[in-house]
């Protein structure tokens, strides 16, 4: 399946996918934990660069390319704009004696 000119991207197809899964993974979770747009962007728009791997066309390839920079600048401006307000809720410390009651 690996059709595209080794040329467009400096790792191997393997490599790349590994790569994108695991920015699904990282940044999903993030939005699932804190709740920031620019994370759900970016969990969106990083495995979207395996797409070329599907579709053999240079016009979809740069298209592709335009869309993933308006992501990269709509996750900035998001995370300095909006959610720039949303600051994640620390957790509670307790105290010794909350710790021991909880316990028993």
């Known amino acids: ?40 962007v970016m969990a969106i728009a990083l495995p979207c660069t395996l797409l070329p791997y599907l579709v053999d066309s240079m016009s979809f390839f740069y298209g592709l390319g335009v869309v993933e920079f308006i992501a990269l600048i709509l996750a900035f401006v998001l995370s300095v704009t909006v959610d720039k307000n949303k600051n994640p809720e620390p957790v509670p410390k307790q105290s010794e004696s909350e710790q021991e009651e909880n316990a028993s």
């Not at 991207?9 to 993030?30: D, E, K, N, R, Y």
Request: aromatic share 10%; no cysteine.
């Open 1 to 40: 399946m690996e059709t595209i000119d080794n040329s467009l991207f400096p790792i191997h197809m393997g490599m790349h996918i590994v790569l994108g899964m695991l920015a699904l993974l990282v940044f999903g979770l993030q939005f699932i934990r804190y709740r920031k747009s620019h994370h759900l």
